[in-house]
């Protein structure tokens, strides 16, 4: 009998655990089975064609966030109109959690860079999870006698003639960074846009122009070998691929901060219960070491973000590079 009766005890015990355990583990759950409707895979839409750098962040979460909500994930290209065509089919899309875009920072300054939009950037998305952070470097010739940004801002102040910088075109990071910079120190350089970030940064090693904010990846490996300078990563903190970089805000100019990101969205409407099943796969993908690690490669810090903290982050990211844009009267190329 008191044999049975343990028994009986730990029969119920062993239910009221599984129970808990559920209650405490759905959202994990709910990952795992996440919006599977006939089978149907997720589409991940990336406003640029295979091969670039947003294509490369999609494809690198896609296979692991296949294997935590057990349905494929397949990268979508749809390049065209600033990422704007990307951007126009995840919002029109339907809000069952199959259509989902891969945007950064040029999301952000559409408002500003595009006349009439088909869709609006806030109301329309509903922000599912941030990816990734780049940082920029602030990177001069050797040639120019400036060695970190307090300097740059003095030589500035103090030159005649404004010095030059390159960016990869209207718009882009490196543009912003030095639009924002010279809104921040209240300085003059002058713009010369080239056709992508290979011919600026072509233009800088020649001397053509005299320095730029140019991506981590395509900056450090020309700074190792002495043929550029670099001043400070534009990132509020610094770069974990460039450690003994300080940021720009330490090494003179501070309050300044430009970090290009790439970040996952979906249509509004999306149900509570989705965003959060999705929230948990993309940042269990970016959670996994094997992506750190290929975005450490790239100049890229893994993040991983709370849905309602990046749709906070994006509408900060649309007000702050609206004025700056507006400011500056930058129009696309």
């Not at 397949?74 to 951007?87: E, F, L």
């Not at 809000?95 to 875009?101: K, W």
Request: charge should be positive; glycine fraction near 8%.
């Amino acid at each position: 009998m008191f044999a049975s009766f343990n028994k009986q005890y730990l029969i119920k015990l062993l239910g009221t655990l599984s129970i808990l355990h559920f209650i405490l583990c759905a959202p994990l759950y709910g990952a795992s089975s996440a919006v599977p409707v006939n089978g149907r895979p997720i589409r991940l839409v990336v406003g640029y064609p295979a091969g670039g750098g947003v294509d490369f962040f999609a494809r690198a979460i896609a296979g692991k966030m296949s294997a935590v909500l057990g349905q494929q994930c397949i990268v979508d290209n749809r390049p065209g109109a600033a990422t704007n065509i990307a951007s126009e089919i995840v919002a029109k899309s339907i809000p069952d959690g199959h259509t989902l875009l891969i945007n950064n920072i040029a999301f952000a300054v559409s408002p500003v860079m595009t006349e009439k939009l088909s869709f609006n950037p806030v109301s329309d998305f509903s922000g599912i999870s941030q990816v990734a952070v780049l940082a920029n470097a602030l990177v001069v010739n050797p040639a120019v006698p400036i060695y970190s940004v307090t300097e740059l801002i003095a030589q500035s102040k103090e030159r005649a003639k404004p010095l030059q910088y390159g960016s990869a075109g209207n718009g882009s990071s490196t543009h912003l960074a030095a639009e924002l910079f010279k809104n921040l120190a209240n300085i003059e350089l002058v713009h010369i846009p080239y056709r992508g970030a290979a011919l600026a940064m072509t233009a800088l090693l020649s001397g053509e122009v005299q320095l730029m904010f140019a991506s981590l990846p395509t900056a450090l490996p020309q700074v190792r070998v002495n043929k550029l300078r670099a001043l400070g990563v534009t990132s509020q903190f610094r770069s974990r691929a460039a450690p003994d970089l300080p940021t720009v805000a330490e090494s003179g100019l501070p309050g300044f901060e430009m970090s290009s990101w790439i970040g996952v969205m979906g249509p509004s409407q999306l149900t509570q219960a989705t965003i959060n099943r999705l929230n948990v796969a993309v940042n269990q993908a970016v959670a996994s070491q094997e992506v750190k690690d290929l975005f450490s490669r790239e100049g890229a810090d893994a993040i991983g973000s709370g849905s309602r903290e990046f749709n906070q982050y994006v509408i900060h990211e649309i007000a702050k590079w609206g004025k700056i844009l507006k400011k500056a009267g930058i129009r696309p190329d």
